[in-house]
């Protein structure tokens, strides 16, 4: 009986410890002013939180040194700020992070993520932030789709461009899963040319890499090079007053200059922030 009651006390002084750390140890990661006024109205999945998938598409989301950096990731944290939230990051692989948007695990998810009418039927998408240019990689700086043609070319699954490059190419074309499997095989010479979202392969192929990254002229065998794909975030289905506030956000950054100091700053040109009036790929 006295086993059994000091068992008790010690598991409730145990457990009252253990509030009283958790309490303290939330206090001392915390980040927010204690005065702090949140600029917008809305609930996230966890109080004080804005948890948000990072996925790893340098430079627009990546981990860096075991915290979230990029393009994205930038744009978020003044989010965050300005509504008096931490974030909370969650590294997701490309393929699991919409659907933890669908199912309520993350308010949110980055990484150059494409406005499509597919997505938008599972997912809500904010208005549109940056342009994903059509990007080339090759030793002499190609800026003509056409020449193209008759080359080794590899792109990555996914993007915008791959079926007209198939068309265009043929087996000349190869898809890889990633822009590392692409980047080694360029770089090895098993193939000629990349082609790779603009901001990606700038990160991947910096001036003294032996490669050229260049855009190319608009060529309508190419669409994309023509109308490139917006970008947004997909947030959750139910939660409005949280997209409102992304949109608003997002706009007042592209007014200020604020967000293309941020995409200037990831290696991202400024004409990427000129996107136009909203659309979806259909």
Same mark, same amino acid.
Request: overall charge negative.
């Given at each position: 009986m006295k086993n059994t009651a000091r068992n008790v006390s010690v598991a409730v002084l145990a457990l009252a410890l253990s509030a009283s750390a958790t309490a303290c140890a939330r206090e001392a990661e915390s980040t927010v002013a204690s005065d702090c006024e949140p600029k917008h109205q809305f609930s996230t999945i966890e109080e004080g939180q804005l948890t948000v998938g990072i996925t790893e598409i340098p430079p627009y989301s990546y981990t860096e040194d075991g915290q979230p950096a990029g393009a994205d990731v930038d744009i978020i944290k003044e989010f965050a700020a300005a509504n008096c939230l931490e974030v909370k990051?969650?590294?997701?692989?490309?393929s699991a992070a919409v659907p933890s948007v669908q199912n309520n695990r993350i308010d949110l998810t980055v990484g150059d993520w494409y406005r499509t009418e597919a997505r938008s039927e599972?997912?809500?998408?904010?208005?549109?932030?940056?342009?994903? $240019?059509?990007?080339?990689?090759?030793?002499?700086g190609i800026t003509q789709?056409?020449?193209?043609?008759?080359? *080794?070319?590899?792109? !990555?699954?996914?993007?915008l461009w791959v079926e007209d490059l198939r068309t265009m190419l043929?087996?000349?074309?190869?898809?890889?899963?990633s822009s590392v499997e692409l980047k080694q095989d360029l770089e090895s010479g098993r193939i000629d040319v990349g082609v790779d979202a603009y901001g990606t392969a700038l990160f991947n192929f910096p001036e003294d890499s032996g490669f050229k990254v260049t855009t190319v002229e608009p060529d309508p065998q190419v669409q994309a090079t023509v109308e490139p794909a917006q970008t947004g975030f997909p947030y959750t289905k139910d939660n409005a007053e949280l997209g409102e506030a992304l949109d608003t956000t997002?706009? $007042?950054?592209?007014?200020?200059?604020?967000?293309?100091?941020?995409?200037?700053?990831?290696?991202?040109?400024? *004409?990427?922030?000129? !996107?136009?009036?909203?659309?979806?790929?259909?």
């Open positions: 990051p969650v590294p997701l692989a490309y599972i997912v809500n998408l904010t208005a549109p932030i940056y342009l994903d $240019e059509f990007g080339v990689i090759s030793p002499d789709v056409q020449d193209l043609a008759g080359k *080794s070319v590899g792109t !990555v699954d996914g993007y043929g087996g000349d074309l190869k898809v890889y899963p997002i706009e $007042e950054m592209r007014e200020s200059g604020q967000l293309v100091e941020i995409l200037e700053a990831n290696g991202l040109p400024a *004409s990427s922030a000129e !996107v136009g009036e909203p659309r979806l790929i259909p």
